[in-house]
Nanobody, 121 residues
Framework: QVQLVESGGGVVQPGGSLRLSCAAS????????IGWYRQPPGKQRELVAC???????NYGDSVKGRFTISRDNAKNTVYLQMNSLKPEDTAVYYC???????????????WGQGTQVTVSS
């Protein structure tokens, strides 16, 4: 059974930074891909960034140049470094196990519990 646990959320001022972590119960080395999603209040969940087993990355247009996804296979952990945060980045952030194929990320039904990120002055 795969378990994903997010951490690192909190309250930060606009322009600040946070690093989210997603710890997997199993070896992520064999995971096809890991994605970070977010769900702002009253809105649908959206894909923020994903990373493949080979280390290739993709980002949503709204976070390109500000967010960086990375993985540490030895620690079975995927990170999301978020810089230059904006109020519109406020959301619950979830990590997901999925697969990346033909230029698109497909989520499996394995989600963490989420971690709240609030960007506010």
């Amino acid at each position: 059974q795969v378990q994903l646990v997010e951490s690192g959320g909190g309250v930060v001022q606009p322009g600040g930074s946070l690093r989210l972590s997603c710890a997997a119960s199993g070896s992520i080395f064999s995971f096809d891909g890991i994605g970070w999603y977010r769900q702002p209040p009253g809105k649908q969940r959206e894909l923020v960034a994903c990373i493949t087993s080979g280390g290739n990355t993709n980002y949503g247009d709204s976070v390109k140049g500000r967010f960086t996804i990375s993985r540490d296979n030895a620690k079975n952990t995927v990170y999301l470094q978020m810089n230059s945060l904006k109020p519109e980045d406020t959301a619950v952030y979830y990590c997901n196990w999925g697969t990346y194929s033909s230029g698109r990320y497909y989520p499996y039904d394995y989600w963490g519990q989420g971690t709240q990120v609030t960007v506010s002055s």
